[in-house]
């Protein structure tokens, strides 16, 4: 993993799904095993993302900072219960081919835009001004050795 801010690479991630997800819903109506691809990429960075987050930059800012119970990563985790909620209603709905997942997939682009401009403009720096070069670094690894079934969590026939 590249030596780069906590920011950047966050943001770097949030764009990195964006487009993934912007890739599912072109192709949903049109060559939906190419969406379903998509989307199955989405959805397992979307879950690491939020671990990376939940288990090792939330502890951080939170022993850095002092704030747990509820500052910003509270606020962030309860974001994420929603954001796992849609996006499970819109992996039911891939997983039989209903094409009808516009209303979901609204809602998810709706909560994780707040979500990702809460975290890119405040909890990223935040992070990158509380820690030495060695903890950044040390986070980034943990996140490099982050075991696949933390986060590849699908259905088993998809």
Known sequence: MQETSIKKYFEDDHNRLDELFTNFQKYKKQDFAKAK??????????QRHI???????????EEK???????PTF???TEHKQ??????LIHKKVQIQDTNSDKDEEMLLS?????????ENILYPAIDNMVTDE?????????????EER????????
């Open 37 to 46: 691809e998509y989307f199955k990429e989405f959805k397992f960075g979307l």
């Open 51 to 61: 671990v990376w987050e939940e288990e090792i930059l939330f502890p951080i800012f």
């Open 65 to 71: 900072s002092g704030i747990s119970q509820g500052g």
């Open 75 to 77: 606020v962030m985790r």
């Open 83 to 88: 954001i796992g909620e849609y996006l499970e």
């Open 111 to 119: 909560t994780l835009s707040k979500h990702n401009i809460k975290e």
């Open 135 to 147: 903890e950044r670094a040390s986070a980034f690894n943990q996140m490099s050795c982050l075991p």
């Open 151 to 158: 986060y590849k969590k699908c259905c088993s026939h998809s």
